[in-house]
């Protein structure tokens, strides 16, 4: 497609399920990066990956938190035991990665919602 | 990783000239200095990249003095629609993006 397609848009789910959020970047796109915005506040980096190299995991907040990549396609997070507070948009981005920075390019995000 | 600060929040008028400022003091050789803006319900959206002195495109310019310390987002003759959230960012390629706080820029009549 001609931009990151993220799904669903919104996921409204039960405190305890488990949830996997999807992630279609940029056909070419090496990197491709996940984010976590709560209502009203800036951007919380998740996990990032590029290439095969092995993906930056830092901003996992817990171990209830995973992602995947298949080669340099799709993305999947998963958050197990979905808590409250898990609630929040999560958005995806990609970007070709080279001896020059080039732009990010966001997904709409998906709308998560822990009742 | 260069932490960068700018201000929380900015009010301009429609037709007036904003420059947002961006500190970056740690920022390293390999880095890059980025904006972007980010509509409500909306993912950011990337609007101008340099490394120094002076970048302009069609939306807006960037100014980097030599010691690039510290970084200028300038948004000529401002309209209700440039009310948004502007994050800057110094990173490296092949790195994470670090996203702070951002500046709430609101434009009024």
């Known amino acids: 497609g001609a931009g990151v397609s993220q799904s669903p848009s919104n996921k409204v789910t039960e405190k305890g399920k488990d949830v996997e959020l999807r992630c279609d970047p940029i056909s070419g796109h090496t990197a491709l990066y996940w984010y976590r915005q709560r209502l009203g506040q800036g951007l919380e980096f998740l996990i990032y990956f590029q290439g095969n190299s092995a993906p930056d995991k830092s901003g996992l907040p817990s171990d209830r938190f995973s992602a995947e990549r298949t080669g340099e396609s799709v993305s999947t997070l998963t958050i197990q035991r979905t808590q409250q507070e898990d609630s929040a948009v999560y958005l995806c981005?990609?970007?070709?990665?080279?001896?020059?920075?080039?732009?990010?390019?966001f997904g709409q995000g998906t709308r998560l919602t822990v009742v | 990783l260069a932490k960068t600060t700018q201000p929380i929040s900015m009010d301009s008028y429609e037709g007036q000239e904003v420059n947002i400022t961006c500190s970056h003091n740690n920022i390293a050789t390999n880095d890059y200095i980025t904006w972007y803006q980010q509509f409500p319900s909306q993912g950011p959206r990337f609007i101008i990249q340099?490394?120094?002195t002076k970048v302009t495109n069609e939306v807006a310019s960037l100014f980097i003095p030599a010691d690039r310390k510290s970084s200028t987002l300038s948004l000529p003759r401002v309209s209700l629609s440039d009310t948004a959230v502007y994050y800057c960012?110094?990173?490296?390629?092949?790195?994470?993006?670090?996203f702070g706080k951002g500046t709430t820029l609101s434009v009024s009549s």
């Open positions: 960012l110094a990173h490296q390629a092949g790195t994470a993006l670090i």
């Open positions: 981005a990609s970007s070709l990665v080279g001896r020059l920075n080039t732009e990010a390019f």
């Open positions: 340099g490394y120094k």
